[in-house]
Structure formats: structure tokens, C-alpha cells
């Protein structure tokens, strides 16, 4: 999130600068251009005033082009040069060219023609700029090739440009530098919360597991009792959330346990996919796993693991009875990707990047876990009734293997003791169904967070869109050529 606002800025610094500089370099331009018009047009009028329409005088071939200092002061040179013709009417009323024009008179003289009929006394056509007047009942055209002051014009702002490209590169590094300035304190402030989350959820780790214990003492002491299974099955979910904080802190703020290294991502998936099939059964959700064979990458094969299941299990708790869930993962340009898609409820687009933030919870985020509640039959069920989404019977004998608290020690279990597959095909994951039933009982809106968090440390991302009743997640990875 911060990173996000940090390139916004930079963004937004680059934009503001890029528009003042088009801006300035365009009225630099311009002012320009106009300069040099103006002064063809007086240098035009000049000579037209000046011009021997008797033509007994010839024009010199080469002129220089006007400018006020100049005429003021001779000494300081020709300056840059511009082609002047004169043409004048003659007594029988056509026009015929002065001094060096006469060398190619027809073709200047069919350029005057033109002139006349723009229908204006001054002004620029094609590669000319012309001034018409009348003086001593004749009319004089004076016109200028201003060819070369368009090539100057064109290099003037082509430098422009140059400049402005250094300058924007240089602005682009005070941007940088004002952006991390701005974005500073509220690194601090996240760097806190997130030293926060860690302390608390290792300072709280001690007093559930004494609550624990006592919880089970008392119920070896007095006997079952309700409220007694509601303080366990309480106890619990607190237990798991701190483990998810833990682990959650752990990525964000640790390196990886294990470097990276070569692994099987096909059987890596399959490991995470397989433990949710009968979960997808039980919720008669129709579960399609299509992973090519043999797609490997540079990663952490845990990490991943745990990601995948994250995902997995979650498009199996938004997905309707009868409705589908498909896995897979395909090779497209040396590119390993491996995709979650579920027919459901589409993602509002405003909450497609804010349901990978910790602890979030909108339209589309995790639903509260049921809480067992214990019935005269010596069973425990769901408040909503004993079934589940399929239709069949959620009541689980109270024995020693199947307490709440017993699945609830499973599940730690399962956190602190991850299993993946590795380049050798080594198993990881799950190690039964019923673990991973139980992990799909609670959720706290860090799972999604941790599966982001692990996506970022392997240099990637999450990504989400929905498309004709389908939510696909969806994970970019580099593949490694596969081996003859």
C-alpha cells in the first residue's frame, strides 16, 4: 500500500512537471516563431518601400533578414540571410519579377498569382512569406523563401526538448527523493503496527496456552459442561488467530526459512489441491484439478504450499452447492501460471486489491466460523442446525480424538508444521482431509494477506478479475526449462 502511494506521487510530480515543461517549451517555441515572422514582414516592407520599381536598379541576390539592431548599427555584420523577391505591377497591369527574380520568373511569378489569391495583404504559404502593397498606383509583392528559418526553428526545438528530457530526469530523481520523504512516516507508522502484531501475538501466545491447559484441568475436575466446551472451542480460535498473526509477521518481516531452490511446483499443487477434494465433496461443490506435469521454478516449496491452499480454500468457502472450483497451472511463454478460479458472487472491483489486507472484511470477505454448541445427545453441532451447505449430519462425538479442542490442537499442528513438495517430489502439505477440514473452519482475515505476503517474497503477485460469473486468482511465475 505504501509503495502504491509512493509511485503515486512520483507520478503525480512527474505529470505536473511534464505539463509546465510542454507548456513553457511550447510558448519558448512559438514566441519564437512569431518573432521571426514579424521580422520577414518589416524586413518585406522595408524593401518593398525601398524597391526601384522603375527597374532600372536590381535587387542584391541575398538580403539580410531584418532586425532592428542592426538596421540601427551596420557595423555589426550581415547576420543570417534571407532570399527576397520583388514583384511589380507594370503598366499594362501584369506583374513582371526585380532583380534576381527575373532568373526564374515564371515559376515566382506563379507563386504571386497565388498570393492574390489568398485574398490577404500578408501571410504564409507553403515555404513563403509574402507582403502585398500599393504604392505610387502599383501594386508591389514582396515575398521571402523561409525555408532556412524553418530548419533553424525545427533545431531550436529539437535543443528544447533535450533540455527538457534532462530535466525531467533530473526532476524524476528529486521526485524519487521528495516521495520518500513524504512516504517516511507512514513507514514508521506501519513498521510499529507490525512490530505490534508480532509482540502481541507473542506475548499472548503464553497466556492462551495456560488457558489451555487450566481449561482442560477443570474439565478432568467437574465434568463436561456447555459453557466449559464454548471457553475450549473460544480458546481454541484464539490460539489459531495468534498463530496466524505469528505467521503472518514471520513473512512479512523475516526472510524465508529455507533459501530458494529448484522445485516441483506440479507436485506441489497437487499436494495442496488433493487435501481439499473431499472438502469440495462434503460442500458439493464439483472440484476440476488441471495441472500440467513437471512445471518447476525457483521457490520456496512451504511457502507456496501454504499459499495455494490459502487460495484453494478459499474459492471452495465462496462457492455454491452444484457450482464449480478449478485449479490449474500451465506453462505460456516460459511462464508458470498457476490459476483458482470459482463460479460465485463477483468481487466488487474496489475490493479486489483491499481483500489481500490484513484483517479485512467486506462484502467478500471471510465468514465467522460456527460455533458447536452440545445437544442432550452427548453431541456437539453447528448453530445452524447440524448440517452443513451439502445437507448431511455435522454432529461429532465428543471423544478424546474428536473434541473441539482436539481438531483445534490439529490445526496447530498443521501451522507449525508445514509439508510441501520439493524438486525430488518430496511430500509437503496437508497430511490428512481432516486437516484440512478443520483449517476451513476458521478464518480471520489473514489468510489472504499471508498468501499475498508469500507471492511478493518470490518476486510476484496475486492478481484477481472476474469474468462471466468466474473469480480468477491468479499467480505469475518464471518457469525453468524442463529437463529431456
Given at each position: 500500500?505504501?509503495?502504491?502511494?509512493?509511485k503515486?506521487?512520483?507520478?503525480?510530480?512527474?505529470?505536473?512537471?511534464?505539463?509546465?515543461?510542454?507548456?513553457?517549451?511550447?510558448?519558448?517555441?512559438?514566441?519564437?516563431?512569431?518573432?521571426?515572422?514579424?521580422s520577414?514582414?518589416?524586413l518585406?516592407?522595408?524593401?518593398?518601400?525601398?524597391?526601384?520599381?522603375?527597374?532600372?536598379?536590381?535587387?542584391?541576390?541575398?538580403?539580410?533578414?531584418?532586425?532592428?539592431?542592426?538596421?540601427?548599427?551596420p557595423?555589426?555584420?550581415?547576420?543570417?540571410?534571407?532570399?527576397?523577391?520583388?514583384a511589380?505591377?507594370?503598366?499594362?497591369?501584369?506583374?513582371?519579377?526585380?532583380?534576381?527574380?527575373?532568373?526564374?520568373?515564371?515559376?515566382l511569378?506563379?507563386?504571386?498569382?497565388?498570393?492574390?489569391?489568398?485574398?490577404?495583404?500578408?501571410?504564409?504559404?507553403?515555404?513563403?512569406?509574402?507582403?502585398i502593397?500599393?504604392?505610387?498606383?502599383r501594386?508591389?509583392?514582396?515575398?521571402?523563401?523561409?525555408?532556412?528559418?524553418?530548419?533553424?526553428?525545427?533545431?531550436?526545438l529539437?535543443?528544447s526538448?533535450?533540455?527538457?528530457?534532462?530535466?525531467?530526469?533530473?526532476?524524476?530523481?528529486?521526485?524519487?527523493k521528495?516521495?520518500?520523504?513524504?512516504?517516511?512516516?507512514?513507514?514508521?507508522?506501519?513498521?510499529?503496527?507490525?512490530?505490534?502484531?508480532?509482540y502481541?501475538?507473542?506475548?499472548?501466545?503464553?497466556p492462551?496456552?495456560?488457558?489451555?491447559?487450566?481449561?482442560?484441568?477443570?474439565?478432568?475436575?467437574?465434568?463436561?459442561?456447555?459453557?466449559l466446551?464454548?471457553?475450549?472451542?473460544?480458546?481454541?480460535?484464539?490460539?489459531?488467530?495468534?498463530?496466524?498473526?505469528?505467521?503472518?509477521?514471520?513473512?512479512?518481516?523475516?526472510?524465508?526459512?529455507?533459501?530458494?531452490?529448484?522445485?516441483?511446483?506440479?507436485?506441489?499443487?497437487?499436494?495442496a489441491?488433493?487435501?481439499?477434494?473431499?472438502?469440495?465433496?462434503?460442500k458439493?461443490?464439483?472440484?476440476d484439478?488441471?495441472?500440467?506435469?513437471?512445471?518447476?521454478?525457483?521457490?520456496?516449496?512451504?511457502?507456496?504450499?501454504?499459499?495455494?491452499?490459502?487460495?484453494?480454500?478459499?474459492?471452495?468457502?465462496?462457492?455454491?452447492?452444484?457450482?464449480?472450483?478449478?485449479?490449474?497451472?500451465?506453462?505460456?511463454?516460459?511462464?508458470?501460471?498457476?490459476?483458482?478460479?470459482?463460479?460465485?458472487?463477483?468481487?466488487?472491483?474496489?475490493?479486489?486489491?483491499?481483500?489481500?489486507?490484513?484483517?479485512?472484511?467486506?462484502?467478500?470477505?471471510?465468514?465467522?466460523?460456527?460455533?458447536?454448541?452440545?445437544?442432550?445427545?452427548?453431541?456437539?453441532?453447528?448453530?445452524?442446525?447440524?448440517?452443513?451447505?451439502?445437507?448431511?449430519?455435522?454432529r461429532?462425538?465428543?471423544?478424546?480424538?474428536?473434541?473441539?479442542?482436539?481438531?483445534?490442537?490439529?490445526?496447530?499442528?498443521n501451522?507449525?508444521?508445514?509439508?510441501?513438495y520439493?524438486?525430488?517430489?518430496?511430500?509437503?502439505?496437508?497430511?490428512?482431509?481432516?486437516?484440512?477440514?478443520?483449517?476451513?473452519?476458521?478464518?480471520?482475515?489473514?489468510g489472504?494477506?499471508?498468501?499475498?505476503?508469500i507471492?511478493?517474497?518470490h518476486?510476484?503477485?496475486?492478481?484477481?478479475?472476474?469474468?462471466?460469473?468466474?473469480?480468477?486468482?491468479?499467480?505469475?511465475?518464471?518457469?525453468?526449462?524442463?529437463?529431456?
Amino acid at each position: 500500500m505504501i509503495e502504491k502511494f509512493r509511485k503515486r506521487i512520483i507520478r503525480i510530480l512527474l505529470l505536473a512537471f511534464a505539463a509546465v515543461a510542454v507548456l513553457v517549451l511550447l510558448l519558448f517555441y512559438f514566441s519564437h516563431v512569431q518573432e521571426d515572422r514579424e521580422s520577414t514582414f518589416r524586413l518585406l516592407n522595408i524593401r518593398l518601400f525601398t524597391a526601384d520599381v522603375s527597374g532600372k536598379a536590381s535587387m542584391p541576390a541575398e538580403t539580410p533578414r531584418f532586425d532592428p539592431d542592426r538596421m540601427a548599427d551596420p557595423s555589426m555584420g550581415s547576420g543570417s540571410y534571407l532570399r527576397v523577391y520583388i514583384a511589380v505591377e507594370t503598366d499594362g497591369g501584369s506583374m513582371e519579377m526585380l532583380g534576381p527574380g527575373k532568373k526564374d520568373e515564371d515559376r515566382l511569378l506563379q507563386l504571386v498569382d497565388r498570393f492574390f489569391a489568398t485574398q490577404k495583404t500578408q501571410g504564409v504559404l507553403d515555404s513563403y512569406q509574402f507582403a502585398i502593397m500599393d504604392r505610387d498606383d502599383r501594386l508591389l509583392v514582396g515575398f521571402a523563401d523561409i525555408s532556412s528559418l524553418r530548419t533553424v526553428e525545427r533545431r531550436r526545438l529539437a535543443f528544447s526538448a533535450m533540455i527538457a528530457a534532462v530535466l525531467f530526469f533530473l526532476w524524476w530523481l528529486a521526485a524519487r527523493k521528495i516521495a520518500d520523504k513524504l512516504v517516511q512516516p507512514l513507514e514508521e507508522a506501519e513498521q510499529k503496527q507490525e512490530d505490534f502484531i508480532m509482540y502481541a501475538g507473542h506475548e499472548l501466545k503464553t497466556p492462551v496456552t495456560v488457558m489451555k491447559t487450566s481449561l482442560d484441568l477443570l474439565e478432568r475436575e467437574q465434568g463436561k459442561s456447555k459453557y466449559l466446551r464454548y471457553a475450549q472451542v473460544e480458546n481454541e480460535k484464539m490460539k489459531w488467530l495468534v498463530n496466524e498473526i505469528l505467521e503472518f509477521s514471520k513473512i512479512r518481516l523475516q526472510q524465508a526459512d529455507h533459501p530458494m531452490a529448484e522445485m516441483n511446483l506440479s507436485s506441489c499443487l497437487e499436494g495442496a489441491a488433493l487435501a481439499f477434494d473431499a472438502v469440495a465433496y462434503e460442500k458439493g461443490v464439483n472440484f476440476d484439478l488441471q495441472l500440467e506435469e513437471d512445471v518447476c521454478i525457483i521457490g520456496d516449496p512451504k511457502k507456496l504450499q501454504r499459499m495455494a491452499e490459502t487460495l484453494i480454500e478459499n474459492a471452495i468457502r465462496h462457492t455454491a452447492k452444484g457450482k464449480t472450483v478449478c485449479v490449474s497451472l500451465e506453462t505460456i511463454k516460459k511462464q508458470a501460471v498457476f490459476s483458482v478460479r470459482n463460479e460465485g458472487k463477483e468481487i466488487p472491483p474496489q475490493e479486489r486489491e483491499k481483500i489481500f489486507e490484513k484483517f479485512y472484511h467486506g462484502s467478500y470477505a471471510d465468514e465467522p466460523a460456527e460455533i458447536p454448541q452440545e445437544n442432550s445427545s452427548g453431541y456437539t453441532e453447528k448453530s445452524s442446525g447440524g448440517k452443513n451447505v451439502s445437507g448431511q449430519d455435522n454432529r461429532i462425538p465428543e471423544g478424546n480424538g474428536h473434541s473441539a479442542a482436539g481438531e483445534a490442537a490439529s490445526q496447530e499442528n498443521n501451522i507449525s508444521e508445514w509439508k510441501g513438495y520439493g524438486a525430488n517430489g518430496e511430500k509437503v502439505g496437508h497430511s490428512t482431509v481432516e486437516d484440512a477440514g478443520s483449517a476451513h473452519e476458521s478464518h480471520y482475515g489473514l489468510g489472504l494477506a499471508i498468501a499475498q505476503a508469500i507471492a511478493s517474497q518470490h518476486g510476484t503477485r496475486i492478481t484477481v478479475s472476474c469474468q462471466d460469473g468466474w473469480n480468477i486468482f491468479q499467480v505469475i511465475f518464471p518457469a525453468l526449462e524442463k529437463r529431456g
